[in-house]
C-alpha cells in the first residue's frame, strides 16, 4: 500500500490470481501481449436492439472501458474482431485507441494474422475472448482462450477460463484485471491512467 492508493502490492495481486484460476493460468496470462475481443456478447451484452433507422444500438459497459485502457497503459495491445460492421462499435474503439479493429470479418483467423501483423504480435502472446461458433477458430489459434457464462458447450470445451461476469456487464474488465495482476502491472497501470499517462510509443488505430 502506499499514499491514497490502497492497491496491491505486485505479489500480492499474482496471488490473488493464483488463488482465482491456478498457477498454471497465472503464468499463462503473464506473458499476454495481445487481447483480442469479439463484440456482441463480449463488448456487449448479446442482445440487439434496432434504431429507427435500422442501426444496430450497442450498449458498453464503462468499467470494462476504464480496464481496456489499463491494458494500453501496461502495453497490452487490444483489438476488436467481430463479424458485424457498426459505427457504434468503431467509435468505442477508437476512443479506447485500440491498436486494431477488424469488422465485418467471418474469416476470422485471415484477419487474426491482419491483426498480429499490425500489432506486431503473435498467436504465442494472444488472448481471444469469444462467445459463439464462429470463433472457434480464433479461440483454437490463440494461446488462451476466455468465454463467458452461457457460451455453447463447444465453445466452452476449447476455452481455458470461463469469466463470472457476462459479457457487458463486466467480463471483460475481469479478463483485463487478470492479466494485469498476473503481470504484476495492475496497480502501476491504474496509477499511471490517474496521473494522465500513457505508452511513450502512442500507436496509431489500424484496420
Given at each position: 500500500m502506499?499514499g ?9 495481486a499474482?496471488c ?6 491456478g498457477?498454471?493460468?497465472c ?5 499476454i ?5 469479439d ?5 456487449t451484452?448479446a ?15 464503462a ?10 497503459a ?36 485471415e484477419?487474426?494474422?491482419e ?7 503473435t498467436?504465442d502472446?494472444?488472448l ?13 489459434a ?17 476455452c ?17 484485471d487478470?492479466?494485469l495482476k498476473?503481470r504484476g ?10 496521473a ?12
Amino acid at each position: 500500500m502506499s499514499g491514497r492508493w490502497p492497491l496491491p502490492d505486485a505479489e500480492t495481486a499474482r496471488c490473488e490470481v493464483i488463488e482465482k484460476v491456478g498457477d498454471g493460468l497465472c503464468r499463462r496470462l503473464a506473458r499476454i501481449e495481445l487481447c483480442v475481443f469479439d463484440c456482441d456478447g463480449i463488448l456487449t451484452p448479446a442482445n440487439l436492439f434496432y434504431g429507427a433507422d435500422g442501426e444496430a444500438l450497442k450498449e458498453f459497459n464503462a468499467r470494462d472501458g476504464l480496464g481496456l485502457m489499463m491494458l494500453r497503459a501496461a502495453r497490452v495491445a487490444r483489438a476488436v474482431l467481430t463479424g458485424r460492421t457498426s459505427a457504434m462499435v468503431e467509435r468505442r474503439c477508437r476512443d479506447l485507441r485500440f491498436e486494431a479493429i477488424q469488422m465485418g470479418r467471418f474469416d476470422k483467423i485471415e484477419a487474426l494474422e491482419e491483426i498480429w501483423r499490425a500489432t506486431g504480435t503473435t498467436a504465442d502472446v494472444t488472448l481471444y475472448m469469444g462467445d459463439d461458433l464462429l470463433d472457434l477458430p480464433a479461440l483454437a489459434a490463440a494461446a488462451l482462450a476466455i468465454t463467458v457464462p452461457g457460451a455453447p458447450d463447444e465453445v466452452q470445451d476449447v476455452c481455458d477460463w470461463t469469466t463470472g461476469a457476462t459479457g457487458g456487464e463486466g467480463a471483460v474488465r475481469e479478463v483485463c484485471d487478470l492479466v494485469l495482476k498476473a503481470r504484476g502491472a495492475h496497480a502501476d497501470a491504474i496509477r499511471a491512467l490517474a496521473a494522465g499517462g500513457k505508452p511513450a510509443d502512442d500507436p496509431e488505430v489500424t484496420h
